[in-house]
């Protein structure tokens, strides 16, 4: 009971908290937590005995409509750090503390060898803040006698072909890009330290990889002019071939990002902040005016996605890389997607698609459409569903 009331009382009093294991931060609406020293982590021990895997396993089967067995994703953290200082985001360089990339990959296979374990999702910032981080974790794994399937967030720079082509060896089956912009402008702005050519070749030689290529594009940046968004919309359509999913990302300013700690430097008065998201206003706009600034944009890049086949089916990326691994390649795969889930073709938000998959007998219903949550999620990444849930008549 000694540490809760320690807590307790340090946050009665405004203080900062630190020990060896979590260190607690104040900030305007509460406190931010971070690792303090050095990660000592384990290989977990899991404990399955009271799960019904089989019930489970019969369940995914119905819902992806695949009669295939290897259908279950573990989730394995990887690390929360990040060595760069993007604008909108609050993970990076929030701490220190960072699991060897032997040690992810040892974890992975201790849990195959245990449990039998075979597919994992790894949750992280991304998998190469390092080249040398990256090619750790893949000859790790490219050592182990048994092929694991994975997923992950990667950078789009600093990777070679043949650096893709390992990871593909290494058993990645999807990857999630943080491209953000098809506008330099902006991704300069944003501090991102990513290049549009570099990304494109990148793209190019992960699909030649035959890896799966999610992006996420991030609509309504500050100060992000017709210009810009039609750089990104360019960048779609010369890209359309090796762009696999997209998720859309109207901007919002996260609790801790630098844009929240350092308004002025990015020219925006905060005038609102509360648990779930952040009111501004622009130097040369209103908070009323940016949200139908977002708002546009939005839908401009949901249009041309549309328009030019890009579908959003790796907001579900459970389902796609199940579809991926059962196929054995990524376009049978894709194929068969189209054909039992063709709504992931559809502009849909990443919520609309987990009903229609669970709910597939009531398909009209809308939550948290993509155009319509500008500015609101928050310290959590969690989208608010006040009044964001609609059924279609």
Same mark, same amino acid.
């Given at each position: 009971?000694?540490?809760?009331?320690?807590?307790?009382?340090?946050?009665?009093?405004?203080?900062?908290?630190?020990?060896?294991?979590?260190?607690?931060?104040?900030?305007?609406?509460?406190?931010?937590?971070?690792?303090?020293?050095?990660?000592?982590?384990?290989?977990?021990?899991?404990?399955?005995?009271?799960?019904?895997?089989?019930?489970?396993?019969?369940?995914?089967?119905?819902?992806?409509?695949?009669?295939?067995?290897?259908?279950?994703?573990?989730?394995?953290?990887?690390?929360?750090?990040c060595p760069y200082s993007c604008s909108f985001c609050?993970?990076?360089?929030?701490?220190?503390?960072?699991?060897?990339?032997?040690?992810?990959?040892?974890?992975?296979?201790?849990?195959?060898?245990?449990?039998?374990?075979?597919?994992?999702?790894?949750?992280?910032?991304?998998?190469?803040?390092?080249?040398?981080?990256?090619?750790?974790?893949?000859?790790?794994?490219?050592?182990?006698?048994?092929?694991?399937?994975?997923?992950?967030?990667?950078?789009?720079?600093?990777?070679?072909?043949?650096?893709?082509?390992?990871?593909?060896?290494?058993?990645?089956?999807?990857?999630?890009?943080?491209?953000?912009?098809?506008?330099?402008?902006?991704?300069?702005?944003?501090?991102?330290?990513?290049?549009?050519?570099?990304?494109?070749?990148?793209?190019?030689?992960?699909?030649?990889?035959?890896?799966?290529?999610?992006?996420?594009?991030?609509t309504g940046y500050l100060y992000e002019s017709q210009?810009?968004?039609?750089?990104?919309?360019? %960048?779609?359509? &010369?890209?359309? #071939?090796? =762009?696999?999913?997209?998720?859309?990302?109207?901007?919002?300013?996260?609790?801790? @990002? +630098?844009?929240?700690?350092?308004?002025?430097?990015?020219?925006?008065?905060?005038?609102?902040?509360?648990s779930s998201h952040i009111v501004f206003h622009q130097?040369?706009?209103?908070?009323?005016?940016?949200?139908?600034?977002?708002?546009?944009?939005?839908?401009?890049?949901?249009?041309?996605?549309?328009?030019?086949?890009?579908?959003?089916?790796?907001?579900?990326?459970?389902?796609?890389?199940?579809?991926?691994?059962? %196929?054995?390649? &990524?376009?049978? #795969?894709? =194929?068969?997607?189209?054909?039992?889930?063709?709504?992931?073709?559809?502009?849909? @938000? +990443?919520?609309?698609?987990?009903?229609?998959?669970?709910?597939?007998?009531?398909?009209?219903?809308?939550?948290?459409?993509?155009?319509?949550?500008?500015?609101?999620?928050?310290?959590?990444?969690?989208?608010?569903?006040?009044?964001?849930?609609?059924?279609?008549?």
């Amino acid at each position: 009971m000694k540490p809760i009331y320690q807590i307790i009382r340090k946050i009665s009093f405004n203080e900062e908290i630190e020990n060896d294991k979590v260190q607690l931060t104040p900030c305007n609406n509460g406190y931010i937590a971070r690792n303090a020293g050095p990660f000592k982590g384990q290989v977990p021990i899991a404990d399955y005995s009271s799960i019904n895997r089989e019930g489970y396993i019969y369940q995914q089967k119905v819902l992806y409509k695949l009669d295939y067995s290897n259908i279950t994703y573990q989730l394995l953290v990887g690390d929360r750090c990040c060595p760069y200082s993007c604008s909108f985001c609050r993970i990076s360089k929030n701490t220190e503390s960072i699991k060897e990339a032997s040690q992810v990959a040892n974890e992975m296979i201790a849990l195959h060898r245990q449990y039998g374990c075979r597919n994992f999702s790894l949750i992280c910032n991304e998998m190469n803040p390092s080249r040398s981080y990256a090619a750790e974790f893949v000859d790790t794994l490219l050592s182990y006698d048994n092929h694991l399937n994975w997923f992950c967030y990667l950078r789009p720079n600093n990777l070679s072909a043949d650096e893709l082509l390992a990871i593909k060896k290494a058993g990645c089956v999807l990857i999630r890009f943080g491209v953000e912009s098809g506008s330099q402008r902006i991704l300069d702005s944003m501090n991102k330290k990513l290049y549009v050519s570099e990304i494109e070749q990148i793209l190019a030689d992960s699909h030649k990889a035959g890896i799966w290529n999610h992006i996420n594009i991030m609509t309504g940046y500050l100060y992000e002019s017709q210009d810009d968004i039609n750089e990104t919309i360019s %960048f779609l359509r &010369k890209n359309r #071939g090796y =762009i696999d999913s997209i998720r859309v990302n109207p901007f919002f300013i996260p609790i801790g @990002s +630098p844009i929240h700690l350092n308004p002025q430097e990015f020219n925006i008065e905060i005038v609102e902040e509360t648990s779930s998201h952040i009111v501004f206003h622009q130097r040369d706009i209103s908070w009323e005016e940016k949200k139908k600034q977002i708002s546009h944009a939005t839908s401009q890049v949901l249009a041309e996605c549309k328009r030019l086949g890009i579908g959003y089916a790796g907001i579900l990326p459970n389902l796609v890389c199940t579809s991926l691994c059962h %196929f054995g390649q &990524k376009e049978q #795969g894709k =194929i068969w997607l189209r054909e039992n889930h063709n709504y992931l073709w559809e502009p849909v @938000s +990443p919520d609309t698609a987990k009903w229609k998959l669970a709910h597939p007998e009531n398909p009209s219903v809308e939550i948290n459409p993509w155009e319509k949550i500008y500015g609101q999620r928050g310290e959590n990444y969690q989208t608010r569903i006040d009044h964001e849930i609609h059924s279609n008549p």
